[in-house]
């Protein structure tokens, strides 16, 4: 398969997906932006890899094509197409950018949500996944004369430096160099352009993925955060945009560019645990085989007792196998979600107000866990909530629960695209403070969820799982390291983070 010329060089697939690399060479939104060579129209291509990235965002999505102020809906993608569109038939365009929000900063409110329109005639609108520290840009904008407004978002804020820039003559390359010493945190992001150009920009440490494909039918580029995206396309994944590189597609083919360069990569292994499809391949790995190897490690680590295991639905479920086939101890879904009604659809760490009601359609299979010591299986504790519905009411008939879990100890907030910004909302950090001990942190832990035994993983044993060096990993929830951004954040409350 053949695509059209690449900074003048011709680019070949070969059968197993893989892109013929150059030499010398990230809850959470979802992007997508696509743009076809032979002028089809790229709406049903946008909105079909929105729906397949819903679980990255279910507040609100939108679609932005050239000529046309975005089109934004509350809720779910497929809400608005069973309600007849409402306008978007009228959408049509050779190239064009959309995004499902799930909101770490700002309020979750239509305005916020994406595509953003930035500047005039002469803009651009921006969909962009992941968190940015918002002071950093709103001191450089000040520099420059500019006032923006309080309650301005940080997408808004990169949206506006990056147009300064251009209006001083910078092209899209010098640009991102010029503002990204300011951009502490997270991007990856799509841009479409006055001229009709789809821009690809991802920060230099990979918090977020983001991956180039090719749809064969449309003969179009297509940019997703997540490679599920393109397998729902139709469209054949290239390669992951990689960590600090731009590229701009236009009539003319690709180009690719980079705007900075770090040796060390920091990439969100929340990701490879709960965020991302099991069915994406982000940095080359499969999700769903990470988490199967991390339940085979658990295995390793805790090989306790116990007559079944079962996980929480769904993201625990590849665990849950590896653990079973590692322990010998039989598999059975315990627990099953309601999925007829729309509320079953909800994630409840994406959703945090609708929490305790999305566990509510958690039924138990009592015949699967009756008089049974149960070992459950779960991604991770943030605030606790969830967990403890889950073993206290879910799961009373069991005789025992024993809890594992994927992830280690959440103790510090994310400033990276994870809605945990705070620790006081965080389980561990109320219950046990800064200690560091597992051992210690499993005790008080499990005595305040109330199971039996809990034994959360380590960050070795994760890296392991996953199968990527710990080194090349973002851990700043876990062990409140944030050398991995640009500047130590300063910890905020919700209402400053939310606006």
């Known amino acids: 398969m053949t695509f059209p010329c690449i900074n003048g060089l011709l680019h070949t697939i070969n059968p197993g997906g893989t892109m013929a690399r150059r030499a010398g060479r990230m809850e959470h939104c979802g992007v997508v932006g696509a743009l076809s060579f032979d002028g089809r129209n790229v709406v049903p291509t946008l909105v079909t890899g929105l729906e397949a990235l819903q679980h990255r965002g279910q507040e609100a999505w939108g679609i932005a094509i050239p000529g046309r102020e975005p089109f934004k809906r509350p809720g779910l993608v497929s809400k608005a197409l069973e309600e007849g569109f ?17 909101s770490t900063t700002a309020k979750s409110i239509l305005e916020n949500a994406h595509p953003l329109k930035i500047g005039g005639s002469d803009g651009f609108c921006i969909a962009h996944n992941g968190t940015l520290e918002r ?13 923006p407004p309080v309650n301005v978002t940080d997408t808004q804020l990169l949206g506006m430096g990056l147009y ?24 990856s992001l799509v841009i479409l352009t006055s001229k009709g ?21 449309t003969s179009s580029y297509i940019v997703a955060s997540e490679s599920c995206a393109l397998e729902n396309i139709g469209a054949e994944l290239i390669r992951d945009i990689q960590p600090g590189e731009l590229i701009k597609i236009d009539k003319n083919g690709m180009k690719e560019y980079r705007f900075s360069d770090e040796e060390r990569h920091a990439h969100c292994p929340f ?37 079944v295991v079962i996980p929480v639905p769904d993201s625990a479920r590849p665990a849950a196998l590896g653990y079973s086939e590692r322990s010998g101890i039989p598999f059975e879904e315990g627990l099953m979600k309601d999925r007829y009604r729309r509320k079953g659809s909800w994630r409840s760490f994406i959703e945090p107000e609708k929490r305790e009601e999305v566990v509510s359609n958690i039924t138990p299979i009592k015949e699967a866990v009756r008089g049974k010591r ?19 009411k879910k799961l009373k008939e069991a005789k025992e629960v024993s809890l594992l879990l994927t992830f280690p100890p ?29 051992e210690e942190i499993n005790k008080l832990v499990g005595r305040e969820i109330g199971v039996k035994f809990l034994g959360y993983n380590d960050v070795d044993d994760l890296s392991r799982g996953i199968g990527i060096p710990k080194d090349q990993l973002c851990l700043s929830c876990t062990t409140g390291d944030y050398s991995c951004l640009k500047h130590k954040p300063r910890f905020k409350t919700r209402e400053e983070m939310k606006g």
């Open 271 to 307: 990701e490879y645990t709960y965020f991302a499809h099991p069915s994406s391949y982000i940095e080359g790995v499969n999700v769903y085989y990470a988490r199967k190897n991390i339940g085979r490690v658990l295995a390793e680590k805790y090989p306790i007792e116990g007559d």
């Open 164 to 187: 300064e820039n251009l209006k001083d003559g910078r092209d899209w390359v010098e640009a991102f160099e010029e503002l990204n010493p300011l951009l502490n945190g997270s991007f």
């Open 86 to 102: 409402e306008g978007l038939a009228s959408f049509k365009g050779a190239v064009g950018i959309g995004h499902v929000r799930y």
């Open 374 to 392: 149960v070992i459950l299986i779960d991604d991770s504790i943030v605030r606790g909530t969830s967990s403890k519905i889950i073993v206290n």
């Open 197 to 217: 150009e789809l821009i690809a920009a991802r920060d230099e440490r990979g918090f977020r993925p983001l991956c180039l494909g090719w749809q064969e039918e």
């Open 410 to 438: 959440i103790i510090y907030p994310c400033y990276a695209g994870i809605d945990f910004p705070t620790q006081e909302e965080l389980l561990v950090y109320r219950v046990c403070g800064t200690i560091n001990d597992v």
């Open 135 to 147: 002071d950093y840009l709103i001191e450089y904008l000040r520099g420059r004369g500019l006032s």
